[in-house]
């Protein structure tokens, strides 16, 4: 049996699932009374990791918005990885709002993670790699309080627990 064990802390987004909440969503919109002349779009950029609605104005904008917000929830992915941008007008009158897509812990948010697991007097470790956080330990039961607390912190980031070993 090992004597140290580990997992990681990270924050990735499943882009398959995202894709799939952002078709359902086209076909809701389109099947929506009040949106159907909205002449709305929704694209996703998985290589720049941005979301893109078109749309004619606010309150269709709103509207598509909430519903793929309730699409994603759905398909398991946490509202806070969507980073909103300022609406901005767009040709013919219409309003574009870019989503930015959070994957990854930045060194920032790692520091905080790392400060938080310290704070709680566990007997583990916590290092920063790249873009996630390995906490090791000699006890599972620590590991598991640990998770518990990211779990419990209010964080404005989605985390995952990968790797427990």
Known sequence: ?????S?????????????NAVNQSLKEISQRYDLKDSHTELT???KDEILTILTKDDYSRKASVDILETKLIRRGISPKA????EPESAS???????????????????????KLIKDSNLKVNAQIQDEQVRVQGSK??????????????????????TNLK
Not at 1 to 5: D, F, L, Q
Not at 93 to 113: D, P, T, V, Y
Not at 140 to 154: G, N, R
């Open 1 to 5: 049996m090992a004597k140290n064990h």
């Open 7 to 19: 997992f990681d802390i990270v924050s990735d987004v499943d882009f398959q699932e995202i894709d």
């Open 44 to 46: 996703l950029s998985k």
């Open 82 to 85: 969507l980073e909103f941008c």
């Open 92 to 114: 013919g009158g219409s309003l574009r709002q870019k989503i930015n897509l959070r994957s990854g812990i930045s060194k920032e948010n790692a520091k905080i993670i790392t």
């Open 140 to 161: 599972i039961d620590d590991l598991q309080s640990v998770i518990k607390l990211v779990k419990e912190a209010d964080l404005d980031f989605p985390t995952q627990f």
